[in-house]
């Protein structure tokens, strides 16, 4: 078992896909599944506690969330697993994500749904211009070209403390990515595969106004964290 690898899923009313998310995790491969409820009313905690996982709760936006499950992962773990429980994310594939930092060829790992195969109707086109103008900011501003800001990732504990995040909602996987390359991390990209979600509805891109909000959240994290605020 490589006891140095916590799982870390944030799940908003995802009762209807987190127990199949949870009981597909590579168990033998991993220490533990966090499942951090985000304020659910539909029995996320209890459906992801029954597949497995350890619950915790942090009721305050998504970047909460994730740092949330971050920082109640067990001490041992060297590497910590991000995505998320819509059922969306291809977990058969996780080795591609911390398997390169396992072997000590990078320090984080991005799972690009822009270069995997992505199930029709899965990513709308909001959220493909959303990845290739981010990209192509982050590239003017930094010097490195991200292709996508996709939720499934893999990061070397340290490097995540070493960040100090302080975006506490949707802007928290681009405010990773920039520290990344403003820390000089070994960064790396690898494709993914991307499914419709199993149920629900996503609360970035379900809709146009969530989509929006979504939007400016990402622009104001690019601004803050330029002025290195």
């Known amino acids: 078992m490589h006891s140095q690898i916590s799982v870390v899923i944030p799940a908003l009313n995802e009762a209807e896909s987190i127990g199949r998310v949870v009981a ?80 000590d060829e990078a320090d984080f790992v991005i799972g690009s749904r822009m270069r995997g195969r992505r199930e029709a109707g899965s990513v709308n086109v909001s959220q493909v211009l959303a990845a290739k103008l981010v990209g192509w900011l982050v590239w003017r501003r930094y010097g490195f070209r991200y292709t996508d800001m996709g939720p499934y990732r893999a990061i070397r504990r340290a490097a995540l403390e070493a960040m ?13 990515q920039i520290k990344a390359v403003r820390l000089g991390l070994r960064i790396k990209e690898v494709p993914v595969d991307y499914r419709r979600r199993i149920g629900g509805r996503s609360k970035v891109s379900g809709n146009l106004r969530a989509s929006a909000k979504a939007g400016v959240r990402i622009l104001g994290v690019l601004r803050r964290v330029r002025k290195g605020v």
């Not at 506690?49 to 949330?68: C, H, I, K, L, N």
């Not at 100090?164 to 990773?176: A, D, H, K, S």
């Open 24 to 103: 597909s995790m590579p168990w033998g491969e991993i220490a533990e599944c966090i499942v951090v409820d985000n304020g659910s009313t539909d029995g996320t905690a209890q459906v992801a506690e029954a597949a497995g996982a350890r619950v915790v709760t942090s009721p305050q936006g998504y970047g909460a969330a994730m740092r949330a499950g971050a920082e109640a992962a067990v001490a041992s773990s060297e590497i910590l697993v991000f995505l998320d429980g819509d059922g969306s994310d291809a977990v058969e594939q996780m080795l591609r994500l911390y398997g390169p930092i396992e072997r």
């Open 164 to 176: 100090q995040m302080t975006e506490m909602t949707y802007g928290w996987n681009l405010e990773m």
